[in-house]
């Protein structure tokens, strides 16, 4: 597979030509999903601040699965909506264009996970969580929160990606990994997790924010404020029992309201659901 490498300063400090072998390396060895061609293009359409809301309907209509999936998440509690919206149309306008961006991001996410693959449904459990909890943190405001914005939910649901983009590769290597270790992940794969994520969030045309929060998930040195907003988000989903690997209590969610986890709890029940 031939994929032009990503040209944005998506690592940091780590050296621009390691970047590029790790992600020709990720490219060769593992199964890099595409994001579904609607999907992609409806993504594109919602940027643009001169897009109507019957372009974007009329690209999404084009994939039934996908329109369906807009069409069900238009009822989630997020949007306050008791009954389905009568077209695609309404849906959109129920949702937004920022809600509409998160469904596409989810629904592609969520395609990737197979259904009958345990260790994909479990790292899907996990994303979805950490995106609701993003979000929540976002909406309390105030500091790093206020600054993650509209990005929060699409960081926190991609954090972990390449995690999946390791199970996808190879199942068996991936399940020698255990608890977070990145020299274990450089040895098998040529790049940790959070390299791989911001090489596939770079292939999905992302917001640059969105690239370097998957960089910075896991701290140290300068982390930019949305990374540290899904860092807190992690350990939330953990902490309501979606962690992506076993966990000790020194990564829980210390220090966070109990209101907060509960209604990222409840939240995560009913967003789930709308899923499956």
Known sequence: MTITPPVSETAGTIARDNVRAVFNHIAETCDLPPMPAAAARALRLARDPDTTTEELAKV??????????????????????????????????????????????????????????????????????????????????????????????????LHDVGKLIFHLGDPKAYAQLGLFDAAKEHAFFGATHDVAGACVAEIWELDNAIVQAILGHHGGGDVSPLAAVVARADRIATEIGYGSVATTDAVRAAGESPELVERVRTLFESERALFD
């Open 60 to 157: 999404v209509r084009s994939d039934p699965a996908l329109a369906a999936r807009v069409l069900t998440m238009s009822c989630s509690v997020l949007y306050l909506r008791r009954t389905q919206p009568r077209s695609l149309h309404e849906a959109i306008v129920t949702v937004g264009f920022q809600g509409l961006r998160r469904i596409l991001m989810a629904a592609s996410v969520r395609a990737a996970s197979g259904a009958d693959d345990t260790v994909a449904q479990s790292l899907w459990a996990h994303s979805l969580a950490t995106a609701l909890a993003a979000d929540e943190i976002t909406k309390a405001g105030g500091g790093e929160a206020a600054a993650g914005g509209g990005d929060a939910f699409i960081a926190g649901l």
